[in-house]
C-alpha cells in the first residue's frame, strides 16, 4: 500500500475534506509531537484546553483525517494512535517500550532497500515502513522467540 501525505498546508476541502474547528483542533493537537495519541488522549487535551468536542467526534475526525493521509496509525498496546507526520516518503522508528516515534534518516533506508532488492529480487514499498524496537533512551530487553 502505497501512502501519500498531503502537505501539511494543504487546505482540507481540497483534499476533500470538509474543515471544521474541531478538525483543525485535533490536526493543532498531533501536529509535532514524537508520541502517538489515542483518541481517549486527543479528547484529554482539547478538553484540557478548553475546547467542548465530544468523544465519537474526536474518533470520526482521527478516521476521516487518518483516511486521507493527514494523520498515520500506529498501534500502541492494542489501541489505535494517531501522528501527524512529515510530509515526504518516510520509515519511522518505533520504541516499544516509550512509544517514540522517530524518522529513519532517509540514506540509510534507501541503501538498506537496494541492498534488500539486490539479495532477495523482492522491491518493498519505501513510502512507509515501521520498525519497532528500543530507542536509546530505553534500555533494549531480550524478546522470547
Do not use: K
Request: hydrophobic share 35%.
Amino acid at each position: 500500500m502505497t501512502e501519500t501525505t498531503p502537505p501539511a498546508d494543504t487546505p482540507l476541502p481540497v483534499i476533500g475534506v470538509r474543515t471544521t474547528r474541531q478538525r483543525q483542533a485535533i490536526l493543532a493537537a498531533l501536529t509535532g509531537r514524537n508520541h502517538p495519541m489515542t483518541a481517549q488522549a486527543v479528547h484529554a487535551a482539547l478538553t484540557g484546553t478548553g475546547h467542548r468536542i465530544g468523544l465519537s467526534t474526536v474518533y470520526r475526525a482521527l478516521h476521516r483525517l487518518a483516511e486521507v493521509g493527514l494523520l498515520h496509525v500506529f498501534d500502541v498496546g492494542g489501541e489505535r494512535a494517531y501522528r501527524r507526520c512529515p510530509d515526504t516518503p518516510h520509515q519511522h522508528l518505533l520504541c516499544d517500550d516509550c512509544g517514540l516515534v522517530t524518522e529513519c534518516p532517509p540514506q540509510l533506508v534507501e541503501a538498506w532497500l537496494r541492498e534488500l532488492r539486490e539479495a532477495t529480487g523482492f522491491t518493498p514499498h519505501p513510502d512507509r515502513i515501521d520498525l519497532h524496537g528500543h530507542c536509546a533512551a530505553c534500555p533494549a530487553t531480550p524478546r522470547s522467540p
